[in-house]
């Protein structure tokens, strides 16, 4: 049966790089426990224009625990899309993110982290 999809920002104080991985191990594992099966990660796309640091870090970590296989997936905002794969895929371990505002928004600010 699907759990439910736990949203939380992370870029809110912006945080260092490393502060904002440990606020999504925590929230991985809080997560886990607590029975979700998703949980969206708002962390920002950064002032630059050409995707901030937490961004890119968060999507190292997050490669990093999906091969050692704490996470099943994650899915970028820019690719939170129904012909996506991942996306199509993540809509059976979590039904909510079907009607979530930013699927089909390609949303660099955000990624999506099944568990």
Do not use: W
């Not at 979700?36 to 990093?64: C, N, Q, T, V």
């Not at 039904?95 to 982290?113: A, C, F, K, S, Y």
């Amino acid at each position: 049966m699907p759990g439910y999809l736990k949203e939380v920002n992370i870029k809110y104080d912006m945080p260092a790089a490393g502060d904002a991985i440990k606020r999504i191990t925590f929230n991985i594992r809080n997560g886990k426990t607590l029975g979700a099966s998703a949980i969206k990660f708002i962390h920002g796309y950064g002032s630059s224009g050409k995707g901030g640091k937490i961004r890119s870090e968060a999507h190292k970590y997050l490669e990093d625990q999906k091969r050692k296989g704490y996470i099943r997936d994650y899915i970028p905002g820019d690719r939170f899309s129904i012909f996506d794969p991942s996306t199509r895929e993540a809509f059976r371990f979590c039904e909510e993110l079907r009607r979530d505002p930013d699927l089909e928004q390609h949303n660099n600010g955000m990624t999506i982290v099944i568990l």
